[in-house]
Structures are given as C-alpha cells and as structure tokens.
C-alpha cells in the first residue's frame, strides 16, 4: 500500500445506514485499537446488542481483527452478541440483594413467566438479565425496567411489573 | 472562565466562590445519590427547583450522597442543620415556606428510629452520624458534585497548590509515605511505597497514573458515592500523585454499571480542565497532565491491576503473574501506578494537613478513616466512614441500629467475594487491615453485609462461589475447574444431597485453589467458604446429616407453615398464591374469616404469602 492509513480519515467509507451511524459515534474517539471496548459499549447503547455489520465496520475502522472484537464481545458481560428483547429487564444480584431475597424474584420469572437469565423471551419482548451491584443497595431488591431502578422489591410487586409490560404491549398491538 | 495560572489567582477566585456561597442565607441541599434517585430524589429535586425559582436567596443543590440511604430521599436545611427524611415531592412546597422561609421544623418530617418516642431535628445528634468520622465524605452532603466553584469555596485544590509551589515531588512523597496511607481498593499496600517504586522504575519510559473506580465488590458502593459527591478530591489526588512521581497521563477505569458517577466525573474533568488544574502548564507551574476516562466492560477481575491494563488497552482483561509488578511493567508495560479512588480521595487531605494529623486517626498500622457500605439485614443501611480500629460490634449495633426487625445477628460478610464472614464472638474485633485478615476475612474495598438469623452461610458461600465462577478469566486451572467443583458440592449440599466427607473436601479444594492460583481473585476466591465452615461448620453438618437449613433458605430443605393461633383468616395469601397451594379450613372461624392452610406438595415455596400476611403468621421452618 502506497498511503499509510491514517486514523482521521475514514479507511473505509461508510456506505450503509449502520455503517453510517456507527461512524457518528466514532467522532468522539481517536479510533485507536485501545478505544476498543469504549466504542463497542456505544454501540450497544445504541442498538442493545452488537450487530455484526457493526463490528465488521469498527474492524476495519480501528484496524482491529474481527476475530478480537468477537473475543471482547464474549468477555464482557455488557455485550450482547443477539439481539436483545423490546425490554431490558435486570434484577441486580449483589449480595445485600440476594440475602434480600432477589433470587426468589429471579425463580418466580422463570416459573410463572419462563423468564430465564441472560435470555430474551420468545415473543422477542423481554429480556432477562443479573447484575452485580448497582450500588443502591439499601433499596435492596432492585429490579431494573428500562433502566429505572425500581427498589424494595418483593415477589408480587415484581410479578406486577411483568404483568404492566405485557399489558401495555397487547395495548400497543392492539392500537397498531 | 478564564484558566487560573497562579497561587494568587487561585485564592482569589477560592475567595470569591466562598463569598458567593456565604451570600445565600439558607442552603437546601438533597441527596441525589443513585439510591435516592431511585426513590424519588428527582421528583423531589424538581418540585424544588420550581418552589425556589423565583427565590434568589436559598442555594439548593443536588449534592452526592449524604449516608443515611434508608430513610432517604433526604433535605439538609442549612446553616440550621435540619434533616428531613424520607420526602416526598408533596413535602416541598411545605419544607420550602416553613423551614426554609420561617425557620420552622416540620416535625412530621423528622427521623424517628423505632418506637421509644425519641425524635431527631439535627444532622449531628442523629445516632447513625454521631459515631462518624468524616474525612472522604466530608463535603459529599456540603457541595455540588457538578459545580468547581463549590469545591473551591471549601478550600479545594489548595493542596495541589502546596504541592506545586510549596514541595518538591520528592517532600510530597515523602509526606505520603509518613502518613503510612494503606490502599483502600482491598490489599491495604502502601500507597506512598507503591508511588517510590513506580517513581524509581525505569526512568527513561513514560509513568502513568491510573485511579481504579471498577468497584466490582457486590454490596459496595463506596466508590460511586465519592465520584458522585465529591469527584474533584479524585481528581486533585491524581494530579498530585503525578507530580510526585512525574507521571506522563493518567486515566480512570470506571464501572459502566454507574451511570450517574460517569457523568458526574465526565463533567468534573471538563471544569477542572476549563480551569487550569488539567492540561498543560497547570496553574503557571510548568506540569503538565491530563486524565482520561475509560468504562468498564462489566468484568469483575477488571478489578485486579493487570487485568485492568489489558483492558484500558482495549483488549480482554486476563491477569498474569504476580511477579511482575505493575509499577514497572503497567498499562503498556511501562511503569504505572495505580490506587483505588478512595486512596486518591485521602491525599489532597493529607497533604493540605500533614502526615501527623492523618496518622493521628486510626491505629497505628492502618491510619486514617474507611469508608464502609453497611447493607443487609441492618436497621440503617447506609454509607458510613469510621476511623479505622473501630469495632464490627460499634458499626453494626450503634451506627446501624442493629439488626432489621429485632431479629438475632449471625454473621457480617466483609471483604466482597474475596472476604469472609465473621460470626457474633468476632464482633468485637477492631477494624483494620490486619485484624480482619488474622480473623480468616478481609478489609477488602469496604463493603459490609450484614446477616441476620435466617440467613443461610451455606447459601451465602454459594452464592459468592457462583459469582466467581461467572467472574473467572478462566486463565489458571485451579480458579477456572476448582471453583466449579467447589460450587456442584456446595449446590448439593444445599439441595439436601450433600455427603458426609463434603465438607472436608471443600476445605481440601479450597486451600489448594487459594495456593495455587495465578492472581488475587482465585487466591482469596475459597475464603467465602473457609471462613463459613471455619464458624459455622454445624449449619453444613445441619444440611447434610439433619437435612435441615436453619436460616430456612434452602428451598429444596423447608416447607411453608401457617401458624394457626396467628392466623387471622383473612385470606389475602390464599389471593396471591401463585399455586393455588392455600385452601380455608372449613369450620375453624377466625376474626376474619376461615383459618388457612398451606398444601406443601402444592407449594412452589415463592414466599409471595410470607410477604403479605399482615400478621406474621407464615413461617419458612
């Protein structure tokens, strides 16, 4: 190659919608190799999982194996590499949780609503997912809708908020 | 704001944000820490702000968090002092034109613990601070995380300036080594040898100073608390480490699971950068350094200094061994130094006030203040810092009010999943680095959980077990196989199939993962169990020989019972009962309708019943 690659310039045009947006969110960066995970959380805030497309993009982007980026998709626990349900449901398992009783939430999903951790529900609507300490504990239990924390969780305030979600969901389909 | 280049200007603007301050006569300020947030603080800091719009004399701010979590959201009402609890959005309007505008208490709003009448208006005389030493947390309640000007008003980067104007790197040094600062992430190393080591490594590479905010420790939250109170004493403590030891840039590695601390410190950089204290040529003093941030990707060993390398380069954060130390070959192998942020929170203190006063708190080997997240089954759950010495009995029973619902105390869990727990006779154990560790747990990053009588230890050791297993790198044989054997005993044991010799090879397992492990997590992984079976070796031999679980946790080993002379027959178990497990008995009349019974081969053991029955009347036995 006569050009050296520079990282200020894109390698790679970008050509689809994604690669497009995927492109927006590396203005921030330096586009190093060490920018790496950064730019993958990004990524996952803005589509809830890691598409492919996306990576194969940020590969070639920051010059970065695909084969890498898939082993840091599987390391950390924040990535997704399926998509994710409509709804991120997250019930935190910190230990001031769990002596609080949040594994009894966590079987009652399973049981009643076949919720089961670390998966998306069928109907693509819910996905289920443990935390580690979200540093609120006093308000222990904790479940996570969308992001709002919802505290001092117990069984059937839990089992209410699966029930809100569906409801609102056969609303929503039945106004489309 | 034009960047502040000299001693002078720095006092004079110090000067003018503190006369700014004293203008106001009242001050309101909410906690907005992540807890409160999460009952309500926002709702409430809106109905303040729209009360106060027009009001130019009151100073409200969302401040960071104040400590007392379990009666928040929280007002301070300042200068007076008066604390409200647990407030409401519909409280303000009231808090706003009595208190803030009268001087009025409102007494409704008052802490009042228990039922003994006693009732409390001032932040000092409340028992859950009074016992509190405050050094790191001391103007978490004071200041706007996201104003520099309130930091400055109270007197901040005036040690930096010291440092700068005042002291050589080498006298700086010198004053963090005799504070004897021990890290306060978990080891406890100390920090001022770490700084001399890292100084006196390889002086022809760049050294890097990096602040570990992945505070991965289930039931801790210390860190997050300091980022979001009080995120400039993170900062100043990292400016004056580099000038110490001529660090080159620094970063901060933080958890993405706190929102709130990323951004709080996000801007916080942007201020200090804004002012001169970041950047090139800082303060007109010819040093120049700048911190970046970098989130974390939600992995527990991040935590361990190595791993934290690998993944500040962006790759996969595996640990490697401990004989090359990070101090010479860090973040890209160059020499790197690296303290938690409560650490670097300690050392503007340390250096505005001299190593005396700070060894001056605490005990001798392990001086100054902790701050610990005290959590579990505990009356005040909360953020509390203590001086170091102090006993596990006085944290628990005077700060914490003891143990939620009157029930008996069994055992405080310290040190996260690396640490173990301690039964009642350790109670009156002294608390610093050294004591915790004789007793078989740890310091560790500060996090307490406290456990009452139906807690399992059994549970409790799986439970950290199996978070470790996920946590694993799975690099090293022992942590990555050992654990797993470990955790199919323990689950046996807790689903009433555990064998007699279980708990001998477990102690077995344990001592070899804890010999043999490449890094800190899988050495210190076994200690959950060691310690459990070490005092409450007869609740295992309870599972195993007695199938019995005395907490009553272990749902493969209890049943649901209705005690009948509790009973009042109103029947709301019997509606939420996800099994149709609970049937009336006919014939036996209570106030409120029929007597009620639980099915056991029916009962799915949910504990929905439990958490509803108004009398207390279900038991897990």
């Known amino acids: 190659m006569e050009t050296a690659l520079t990282n200020t310039e894109p390698a790679v045009e970008p050509r689809t919608e994604m690669e497009k947006e995927v492109e927006a969110l590396l203005a921030d960066y330096d586009k190093t190799p060490e920018d790496l995970i950064m730019v993958l959380q990004d990524i996952q805030g803005k589509y809830n999982w890691l598409p492919r497309e996306a990576l194969e993009y940020v590969s070639r982007r920051l010059d970065v194996p695909l084969a890498q980026i898939y082993h840091i998709g599987t390391f950390y626990k924040a990535f997704s590499l399926e998509p994710r349900g409509k709804h991120i449901l997250q019930i935190c398992m910190g230990t001031a949780c769990h002596v609080r009783g949040a594994m009894r939430i966590a079987e009652e999903y399973e049981r009643q609503f076949g919720l089961k951790l670390g998966k998306t529900s069928e109907d693509g609507l819910i996905t289920f997912e443990r935390v580690n300490c979200l540093g609120a504990c006093a308000i222990g239990p904790i479940v996570v809708v969308d992001g709002e924390y919802k505290g001092n969780m117990t069984v059937n305030r839990a089992n209410a908020i699966i029930k809100r979600i569906r409801r609102e969901d056969s609303k929503e389909a039945g106004d489309a | 704001m034009p960047r502040i280049t000299s001693v002078e200007q720095l006092k004079a603007h110090q000067q003018k944000a503190k ?40 100073k409200f701010i969302r401040s960071g968090c104040h400590g007392f979590c379990e009666v928040g959201p929280l007002v301070v009402v300042r200068p007076a002092g008066v604390v409200y609890q647990r407030v409401k959005p519909s409280d303000v309007a009231e808090i706003v034109e009595r208190t803030v505008g009268k001087g009025e208490i409102i007494d409704r709003l008052l802490y009042r613990p228990g039922d003994n009448g006693k009732v409390y208006s001032k932040e000092d005389e409340i028992p859950f601070y009074a016992k509190q030493s405050k050094v790191v947390l001391a103007l978490n309640s004071h200041i706007d995380p996201f104003s520099i000007d309130d930091y400055l008003a109270s007197g901040g980067y005036s040690a930096l300036a010291k440092a700068l104007f005042e002291m050589t790197p080498d006298e700086v040094l010198k004053e963090v080594m005799d504070a004897k600062l021990r890290g306060r992430g978990g080891g406890g190393f100390e920090a001022g040898w770490k700084w001399k080591f890292c100084k006196e490594a390889h002086p022809e590479l760049p050294h890097h100073i990096v602040c570990n905010a992945d505070e991965g420790d289930p039931g801790a939250f210390m860190d997050e608390s300091i980022l979001e109170g009080n995120p400039h004493s993170v900062i100043e403590g990292m400016i004056i480490g580099a000038y110490a030891i001529n660090g080159a840039d620094g970063f ?30 800082i303060l007109g003093s010819g040093m120049n350094f700048d911190i970046k941030i970098s989130r974390g990707g939600g992995a527990f060993v991040c935590g361990e200094s190595s791993a934290l390398f690998r993944s500040l380069e962006g790759k996969v954060g595996e640990p490697r061994a401990k004989y090359i130390h990070s101090v010479e070959r860090g973040y890209h192998d160059e020499p790197t130094n690296l303290n938690n942020v409560e650490t670097w929170a300690n050392v503007p203190q340390i250096i505005k006030k001299g190593a005396a006063w700070f060894t001056n708190i605490g005990t001798p080997d392990s001086p100054g203040t902790k701050v610990f997240s005290l959590v579990g089954k505990i009356e005040n759950t909360g953020l509390i810092e203590v001086p170091m010495g102090i006993t596990l009995r006085e944290i628990i029973f005077d700060i914490g009010g003891g143990i939620k619902g009157g029930k008996a ?69 022992p942590c990555r196989e050992g654990l797993r054997q470990m955790s199919v005993i323990l689950h046996r044991i807790c689903e009433g199939k555990g064998q007699p010799e ?120």
């Open chain 2, 252 to 281: 901060i590695y933080i958890r993405n699971e706190y929102p709130l601390a990323l951004k709080t410190f996000h801007n916080a950089l942007k201020q200090a950068r804004e002012y001169g204290f970041l950047g090139e040529n």
């Open chain 2, 502 to 621: 279980d708990v001998d090879n477990l102690e077995k397992l344990g001592t070899t993962i804890r010999d043999c492990s490449l890094c800190a997590l899988g050495g210190s992984a076994p200690n959950p169990v060691l310690s459990t079976i070490k005092y409450f070796r007869d609740e295992y031999l309870a599972h195993i020989n007695e199938k019995k679980c005395p907490g009553g946790i272990c749902t493969a080993l209890i049943e649901y019972f209705i005690q009948p002379e509790l009973c009042n027959g109103c029947s709301t178990c019997e509606k939420v009962c996800p099994s149709d497990a609970i049937h009336p008995v006919a014939g036996q009349k209570r106030e409120k309708g029929e007597l009620r019974i639980i099915d056991t081969v029916k009962c799915v053991k949910c504990g929905a019943c439990i958490e509803v029955c108004p009398t207390d009347a279900i038991i897990r036995r």
């Open chain 2, 19 to 58: 006369q700014e301050l004293d203008n106001y006569p009242v001050m309101v300020s909410l906690c907005h820490g992540t807890a409160c947030c999460a009952i309500g603080a926002r709702e409430v800091a809106a109905a303040f702000e729209k009360e106060l719009k027009a009001d130019q004399s009151v």
């Open chain 2, 409 to 477: 105390f069994k055992a405080v869990q310290t040190g996260g999943p690396s640490g173990g727990c301690l039964p009642e006779s350790c109670l009156d154990l002294p608390v610093d680095f050294d004591k915790l560790t004789d007793a078989g747990s740890m310091m560790g990053s500060g996090g307490m959980i406290v456990m009452d009588e139906q807690t399992c230890v059994v549970d409790v050791a799986r439970y950290f077990i199996d978070f470790l297993i996920e946590e694993s790198c799975g690099k090293c044989l």
